[in-house]
């Protein structure tokens, strides 16, 4: 049981280079979410899926784009990177999108865009 | 809108003392509220969570939490800390009615053997 797991672990793009962060999670669970921490910001919501079939914009979605490629798997876009998209990337799982269900994160990614 | 305010950026203390590790949130209804480690280069662990029911929560690795309604807040505790605790603890808050998890900016525990 590999719980969350995240592909790349370490990225580098230049300026308006595209990439696709991948996110899989074996613990059956409906909800998944792409978070990006920053220093001193703890971690905001880029984007989330209550449902397998179903994406909705957080907090900072601007300059990505996500899919849901089934219950399993739900990937993060950059279509043209850009220096302010310089994070770490996390993915995280829930069993339901109710807020008494805590959430569980994978490895992270570390992007680097210059 | 929903907010959380850890106060404090670190928490030094010595190991085999009591730890406490300050929350304070803001929510329009009734808040779910949770706390998080991360140890380096890793991603964030579930400790413990409040939704419902008693104010004292009791979680992994020995943690615990208080929630207080009055002060709005949740802070984190450890009777006695290990040097194994040494971690950056984000606590986090949830509304209702909003998928979004809040987190604060985190606070980074150091235990000194």
């Known amino acids: 049981n590999a719980g969350v797991t995240q592909t790349p672990k370490f990225q580098v793009l230049k300026t308006g280079q595209s990439m696709t962060l991948q996110c899989a999670q074996d613990m059956n669970h409906n909800s998944m979410y792409w978070y990006r921490q920053d220093p001193g910001m703890g971690l905001r919501l880029i984007y989330y899926?209550?449902?397998?079939?179903?994406?909705d914009k957080g907090e900072v979605p601007n300059g990505y784009n996500v899919s849901r490629l089934n219950k399993r798997e739900f990937s993060l876009r950059l279509e043209s990177a850009a220096p302010s998209q310089t994070s770490v990337y996390f993915c995280a799982s829930s069993a339901s999108p109710g807020p008494d269900y805590e959430q569980y994160f994978g490895p992270g990614t570390r992007l680097t865009v210059t | 809108a929903q907010s959380v305010a850890q106060p404090e950026d670190q928490v030094n203390v010595a190991e085999g003392n009591p730890l406490t590790v300050k929350c304070t949130y803001s929510v329009s209804g009734n808040p779910y509220l949770f706390w998080y480690v991360q140890y380096p280069n890793r991603g964030l662990q579930f400790l413990l969570k409040y939704i419902t029911g008693d104010n004292l929560v009791k979680g992994s690795y020995g943690f615990e939490a208080e929630f207080n309604k009055s002060q709005t807040s949740f802070h984190l505790k450890k009777p006695s800390a290990l040097v194994s605790d040494s971690a950056l603890y984000f606590c986090a808050v949830r509304d209702r009615n909003d998928y979004k998890l809040s987190f604060g900016a985190g606070t980074t525990v150091t235990v000194r053997a």
């Open positions: 899926s209550a449902s397998e079939g179903t994406t």
